[in-house]
């Protein structure tokens, strides 16, 4: 199936059960979107637009540390850019400090980091980067977590892998292959790690569905696992589906980290062939016919 007809056939399965579509957007602003980033944002935006659905922009920006304002700024001219509207989540750079970082959600994170407490999941790490070189960690069997500070809190995850997910955009069903390394949930810098902001961030905010690349294929799974362990069947039941990652000349995947083919020359340019290179690339008919972004909505459903 191709990524067309898959957006075409969730938008028309959300109608048909009258389900409230809410895509997000989540970028980090720890380096300048690619190409990548940009297409997932366009599929998450038609999904929703498909379904009467809303958008919401979620910055990923709990790791102050690496985010930069020239990041922040560069999301915002991209999605003008793209004119790729969004209902819910900050308007500019200062509404989101005001408002919508993530640090103004810690209280839901700590509650989410309390619930897997209460369940007994967690156990603390104190091993450093170098002696996880050197050793796997056994933390979890040494002592019962007491205190949150100065630790890694860590996510027990069971012996036996109980959770599938079908991927929504290619149908194959998803599972561990291998029992995963526990992951961390709660940094010793007293700052949620990202499985737990996303998990909480996604209830908070009501997502129904999400479009990520392939890479992000074991935490989708990760997620899935804590919270049906934490018994939050709200977020097990999140549509979560898969596209293929974007490929330089040399076959390497984009990353922001790798500085790899910035979208910031095409900003010069008219939108159209961006977003015609983009409808090719998800298999939609008559791309040369998509001048702006509403265009992708305009192709019959038939056509796939
Ligand atoms: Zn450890």
Not at 109 to 123: C, E, G, I, V
Not at 140 to 148: A, G, M
Not at 202 to 217: E, M, P, T, W, Y
Request: charged residues 20%; proline residues 6%; neutral net charge.
């Amino acid at each position: 199936m191709n990524l067309a007809t898959a957006i075409q056939q969730l938008s028309q399965e959300a109608i048909l059960k009258q389900q409230r579509v809410r895509t997000r957007l989540a970028p980090t602003p720890s380096g300048f979107l690619h190409q990548g980033n940009l297409y997932n944002f366009i599929l998450n935006w038609w999904l929703a637009r498909a379904a009467s659905g809303s958008v919401l922009l979620r910055i990923d920006d709990l790791d102050r540390q690496r985010v930069r304002t020239a990041y922040v700024d560069f999301i915002y001219r991209c999605l003008d850019w793209l004119e790729l509207d969004w209902d819910e989540g900050p308007g500019s750079p200062y509404d989101l400090n005001s408002q919508w970082s993530q640090e103004h959600r810690l209280p839901i994170y700590r509650a989410l980091l309390q619930r897997m407490q209460n369940y007994k999941l967690l156990y603390a790490c104190h091993c450093s980067r170098a002696s996880r070189s050197l050793k796997p960690c056994a933390c979890r069997y040494q002592e019962p977590l007491q205190q949150q500070k100065e630790a890694n809190i860590k996510l027990a995850m069971p012996e036996e892998m109980d959770i599938c997910d079908k991927d929504s955009v290619s149908g194959v069903l998803l599972r561990f292959q291998d029992k995963p390394e526990d992951p961390m949930v709660w940094k010793k810098n007293d700052t949620p790690a990202y499985h737990l902001a996303s998990v909480a961030d996604d209830l908070h905010f009501q997502v129904s569905h999400v479009i990520r690349g392939a890479d992000l294929i074991p935490s989708t799974l990760i997620q899935k696992q804590l919270a049906h362990l934490a018994n939050l069947p709200a977020f097990e039941e999140v549509s979560i589906g898969h596209h293929p990652l974007l490929h330089d000349a040399q076959g390497h995947k984009l990353s922001k980290s790798a500085g790899s083919r910035s979208v910031k020359p095409a900003l010069q340019e008219d939108p159209g062939s961006f977003l015609r290179a983009f409808a090719a690339w998800a298999g939609l008919p008559h791309a040369d016919q998509i001048q702006r972004i509403t265009d992708i909505l305009q192709i019959p459903v038939d056509k796939c």
